[in-house]
């Protein structure tokens, strides 16, 4: 039962600014490390935004080339929320932005996550 949801999508125009969230329930995510992949039709899911997770503390935070500069990854003092803060938005941002949790502690996509959220789309006009 244990799950993630995102919220805080939407429409926005090129170089405005949104905020995802995800919220885990069902279970604890204090040791996971947690972040956002995106997805646009016709291409494969990618890693943008992650963090570790252990014993209360945030190791490191991974982010994209093509996000690095405008998003910031952040966690709740319990390890238990992630957030995004897009900003300076671009039209090739538009995506569905999905939260996962990697039960490692650490955020590595080759060895796949364990949790995913369903996804909240983010649409940028230009």
């Known amino acids: 039962q244990a799950e993630l949801a995102e919220s805080g999508g939407g429409l926005v125009q090129a170089g405005g600014s949104l905020t995802l969230s995800c919220a885990a329930s069902?279970?604890?995510?204090?040791?996971?490390?947690m972040g956002w992949f995106r997805q646009t039709p016709g291409k494969e899911r990618e890693s943008i935004a992650g963090?570790?997770?252990?014993?209360?503390?945030?190791?490191?935070?991974y982010y994209a080339d093509s996000v690095k500069g405008r998003f910031t990854i952040s966690r709740g003092n319990a390890g238990n929320t992630v957030y995004l803060q897009m900003n300076s938005l671009k039209p090739e941002d538009t995506a569905v932005y999905y939260c996962a949790a990697d039960k490692s502690g650490n955020w590595s996509p080759r060895n796949g996550m364990d949790y995913w959220g369903k996804g909240t789309l983010v649409t940028v006009s230009s």
């Open positions: 069902g279970r604890t995510f204090s040791n996971y490390g």
């Open positions: 963090t570790s997770w252990s014993g209360g503390k945030t190791y490191y935070a």
